[in-house]
């Protein structure tokens, strides 16, 4: 029978594709010359923990009095990202 993957390891693999694809897109947007293509690969969607709650920062604050925490998540997402996605999405799917 054949051995499934834990949640982790799709996790990570996902995760360093889309890596991989984001700064593959940066390096594109600096070799490019100015235009509609370098545009297309410099332009990005960005989510933070912050803008969820009406922060004006990326973070999240909780002042518990003696206690502050600070919690940051900000997600920024490109084409190039989302096609690093889908290749190791692909490569999940035909490597099992």
């Known amino acids: 029978m054949a051995e499934r993957r834990q949640v982790k390891v799709i996790v990570l693999i996902l995760f360093a594709g889309s890596m991989v694809g984001t700064y593959i897109g940066e390096l594109l947007g600096f070799v490019l010359p ?29 002042n518990l009095g003696v206690l502050t925490l600070i919690l940051g998540l900000k997600i920024k997402l490109n084409f190039t990202g989302l096609f690093g996605l889908g290749a190791a999405y692909y490569f999940l799917r035909y490597f099992r």
């Open 34 to 62: 100015e235009g509609v293509v370098r545009q297309f690969f410099l332009q990005s969607a960005e989510f933070s923990l912050g803008g969820l709650f009406g922060g004006s920062d990326d973070a999240l604050s909780l």
